[in-house]
């Protein structure tokens, strides 16, 4: 991503994908209330809150259009939305139960090498998420990750290569299991 975003322009982001459009005036059930209270106590902040704004607009990631009567409207751009799922994919996490189900999740992929920085993104997720390296290409992990894999999987282009399988055994697990603490 290369350039840091602060906290004040993430949510300004999330807001505007959560509601669609963000409407910046007091009475919008649409803004992100913890902000709006910050915002509203601190002055400090309605600064930052305005350069996140301009930032955002001279980036392209938001249009922003004045309404007759005043309000201004903030809309994503394509590139925006681009953005914000990028900031979802750095920020996904997987859930883990209390109670291991006892079905191994087990992800493999072939990805060409014209997607090496796709490839490489994908495997340094599986790698931060705890993902088990089998085999170069075949992870395992221990709990419910579907949709986290799904998602990482169509932010980076790489449907056609990469497959998800469950498992109740795999062969010599006990190392596996050791890694997961699950023994």
């Known amino acids: 991503m290369g350039r840091r ?29 913890q902000l709006f209270r910050t915002l509203l106590h601190e002055p400090s902040q309605r600064r930052k809150f305005s ?37 979802q994919f750095a920020d996904l996490k997987i859930k883990k139960p209390k109670k291991w189900d ?3 999740r087990v992800v493999i992929f072939d990805i060409p090498r014209k997607k090496v920085k796709e490839r490489e993104s994908f495997r340094g997720k599986l790698r931060e998420a705890g993902f ?27 449907y056609p290569y990469v497959n998800m399988l469950e498992a109740r055994n795999i062969k010599d697990d006990a190392k596996i299991k050791k890694y997961f603490s699950l023994l």
């Open 102 to 104: 006892r079905i191994w």
């Open 132 to 158: 088990y390296q089998l085999q170069e290409s075949v992870w395992a992990f221990p709990y419910p990750c579907q949709a986290e894999i799904e998602f990482a999987v169509e932010l980076l282009g790489l």
């Open 5 to 33: 975003y602060g906290e004040i322009t993430k949510e300004i982001l999330h807001s505007i994908i959560t509601a669609g459009v963000l409407t910046l005036v007091a009475t919008s059930p649409y803004f992100g209330i």
């Open 51 to 87: 350069r996140a704004l301009n930032r955002l607009k001279q980036s392209r990631l938001i249009l922003l259009k004045e309404k007759l009567d005043g309000t201004i409207l903030a809309e994503l751009t394509e590139q925006g939305r681009r953005k914000m799922r990028e900031f």
